[in-house]
C-alpha cells in the first residue's frame, strides 16, 4: 500500500466583511504620500486642464505641484502676508491668489510673473477664482463683507456686492451661467448675484436667531441646486424654486470646512474638523464611504480624471491619495480607440490585418495522432513527498515533528502533524529525550497557541504529555522553566476570561428572556 501524505486540516476563516462596489471604489485610493508644509493648508484646487497640476496654498506662499510625481513644480511666494485661495485658470496659464492684506494678484503660472494686481480689498481676501465661463473675469470675496468680480486686462471692477453684513468666506461663478455669483457669509446667509442687476437676486438661510456662520458654498454644474455648510450642519437649497431649503442633514460631529464633487458631480465629499472626509451618493444623499485623516481637514479637492483626492490640514499637513484607474477608463484616448476600432487596418488597406492584436495561446493540449492499433504509454511522475511526510514515512517520529516546528511552517500544518503522530500513537516517542535546545521550540508553540480556538484542545493534550515526560528534569534549566511558568500563566488567565464569558452570557440570557416576556 503506498504512503498517504499528511492531510492539513483547513479551518473556517471568519467571514470578512463585505463592501459594496461604491465602498471598493473609493478604497482603490490609497498609497496616501503626507507632504508637511509650514502652516496649515488653506486651499487646494486642481487645474480642470491636463495634466490636471493643482495648487496648494499655505503660508505665504502658493505651490503648483505635479499629480504624477508629487513634487513641487513652481512656488509663488510673493506675498507680503498669508496667502489665500490658489486657484488656477481653466486653461492652466494663469494662476490668482489673495492675501491677508487685501491684494489679489493674477501671475503667470510658467514665470510667476506678476501680471495683475488688485488691490481695492481694504481686508483679507479668502476667496479668489477665476469665472469658468468668462476667463478674463476673477471672483475675490474679502473681510470687508464685499463680493467683487474684476476684469483682468483692464484690471478694474466689473461690479461690487455690498448685502452681505459680516466676513465672506466663500463663493464661486457658476458653471453654467457666467452672471451668477453664489456667495456665503458669516453673516449666516448665502447669496446669489446677477451680475447684470448688481443686485441680489435671492437670500438663503439667516432666519433664526440662533443661525451659524456658513463656512462653504458649493452649485451644481447644472446651476439649479445649491449646497451650503453651516456647522455640522449641509443644506441642500433649490434655486429655480426661490431658494428653497429641500433638506438638511449631518453626518459629521464638528464643523464641515469643504466640499467637492467628483468629476461627474454624482458624488460629493465633505471634509470637516473631526478627521473624517464622507462621500455621499446625491442621487439619495446616503454616506457611501468615509475615511479618516490624522488631523482636521481644512481643504478638500479631487482631480477632474478622479485619480487623485488631496486634503490639507490644519497641522500643515497635505494628504494626496492616488488612484490607479483601470485600462478600460483610458480608452477614450484617440490612438487607442484607434487601434480598437481598426483604423489603422482600413488605412493599410488590409496588408496587416492582425496589428495591435495579440496571439491567443490555446488552454486544450493538442491530442497526439497515429495509426487506431498504435498503444500509448503514459508516464507519471510521481509526486514529490514534502519533507515531513518523508520523515514519517521512514518512521523518524521526532526528526519529523522539528521539521514542522520552524518559524515558516503555518500551525495547521504542524498540529495536523501532531494529531497524524497522536493516530500513530508515536507522539510520545516523538516528544521524549529532548534536551533545553530541542524541547524549547515545542514549549513557544504551546505558549502561543494555548489560548487559539482552534488548536486548544490539541495544545492542553501535548501539554499535559509534556509535562508528564519532563516532569522529573524540571528545574535544571531556567529556560524551560520560564516557559512553562508562562504557559501557566496564559492557561489561567484564559480560565479566568472564559468564567468572565460565562457570567456575561447568562446576564444576557436573563436580558433576552426579560424582553421576551414583556413582549409577550
Request: net charge positive; charged share 25%; hydrophobic share 40%.
Amino acid at each position: 500500500m503506498d504512503y498517504q501524505p499528511v492531510v492539513v486540516q483547513r479551518h473556517a476563516r471568519p467571514a470578512a466583511a463585505k463592501h459594496s462596489p461604491e465602498s471598493r471604489y473609493w478604497r482603490q485610493f490609497r498609497h496616501p504620500v503626507f507632504i508637511k508644509e509650514y502652516a496649515p493648508v488653506t486651499s487646494i484646487q486642481f487645474s480642470p486642464s491636463k495634466p490636471h497640476r493643482y495648487a496648494v496654498t499655505a503660508a505665504t506662499r502658493v505651490q503648483i505641484y505635479a499629480p504624477r510625481t508629487q513634487k513641487v513644480t513652481k512656488t509663488i511666494s510673493r506675498f507680503k502676508d498669508v496667502a489665500r485661495s490658489g486657484n488656477i485658470r481653466p486653461d492652466g496659464k494663469l494662476v490668482v491668489a489673495g492675501d491677508d492684506t487685501g491684494l489679489v494678484q493674477v501671475f503667470d503660472i510658467n514665470s510667476r510673473a506678476i501680471l495683475r494686481t488688485l488691490d481695492s480689498h481694504k481686508q483679507p481676501v479668502h476667496i479668489t477664482k477665476f469665472s469658468a465661463l468668462a476667463p478674463t473675469q476673477v471672483l475675490s470675496c474679502s473681510d470687508d463683507t464685499t463680493v467683487k468680480l474684476w476684469d483682468v486686462p483692464s484690471q478694474t471692477e466689473v461690479v461690487t456686492f455690498h448685502a452681505h453684513t459680516d466676513y465672506v468666506r466663500s463663493g464661486e461663478v457658476s458653471t453654467s451661467n457666467p452672471h451668477l455669483i453664489l456667495t456665503g457669509s458669516y453673516d449666516a446667509t448665502m447669496r446669489l448675484f446677477d451680475t447684470r442687476t448688481s443686485q441680489c437676486e435671492m437670500l438663503m438661510g439667516g432666519d433664526t436667531s440662533n443661525a451659524v456662520p456658513v463656512e462653504q458654498v458649493k452649485m451644481f454644474p447644472s446651476g439649479t441646486m445649491a449646497l451650503s455648510t453651516a456647522g455640522p450642519i449641509l443644506r441642500l437649497w433649490d434655486l429655480v424654486a426661490g431658494g428653497r431649503c429641500l433638506r438638511a442633514f449631518s453626518n459629521h460631529q464638528k464643523t464641515i470646512t469643504s466640499l467637492a464633487f467628483d468629476g461627474s458631480a454624482s458624488r460629493l465629499l465633505t471634509g470637516s474638523l473631526d478627521h473624517m472626509v464622507k462621500v455621499y451618493d446625491v442621487s439619495s444623499y446616503k454616506v457611501v464611504h468615509t475615511m479618516r485623516y490624522p488631523a482636521p481637514v481644512l481643504c478638500l479637492a479631487i482631480s477632474p480624471d478622479e485619480t487623485h483626492i488631496a486634503a490639507g490640514m490644519s497641522d500643515g499637513t497635505l494628504s494626496v491619495r492616488r488612484r490607479q484607474p483601470k485600462a478600460s477608463e483610458g480608452a477614450d484616448q484617440p490612438f487607442a480607440a484607434a487601434l480598437k476600432s481598426g483604423a489603422f487596418e482600413t488605412f493599410l488597406g488590409g496588408t496587416l490585418p492582425a496589428i495591435g492584436q495579440g496571439r491567443t495561446k490555446s488552454k486544450t493540449k493538442p491530442k497526439p495522432t497515429g495509426d487506431v492499433d498504435e498503444l500509448r504509454i503514459e508516464s507519471r511522475r510521481a509526486k514529490r513527498l514534502k519533507e515531513y511526510d518523508r520523515l514519517l514515512k521512514g518512521f523518524k517520529y521526532s526528526a519529523a515533528l522539528d521539521s514542522v516546528l520552524r518559524k515558516n511552517v503555518p500551525p495547521t500544518t504542524t498540529f495536523s502533524l501532531i494529531q497524524e503522530l497522536i493516530h500513530r500513537d508515536g507522539l510520545r516517542s516523538a516528544l521524549a529525550g529532548r534536551d533545553d535546545v530541542l524541547l524549547e521550540p515545542v514549549l513557544r508553540l504551546l505558549v502561543k497557541h494555548v489560548t487559539d480556538p482552534r488548536f486548544g484542545e490539541m495544545v492542553c493534550d501535548v501539554s499535559g504529555l509534556v509535562i508528564e515526560v519532563y516532569i522529573p528534569v524540571l528545574g535544571q534549566s531556567p529556560l524551560i522553566d520560564s516557559l512553562f511558568m508562562r504557559l501557566r500563566k496564559k492557561v489561567l488567565a484564559e480560565i479566568r476570561f472564559q468564567k468572565e464569558l460565562v457570567k456575561t452570557k447568562g446576564a444576557l440570557e436573563m436580558i433576552f428572556a426579560s424582553a421576551t416576556l414583556t413582549a409577550a
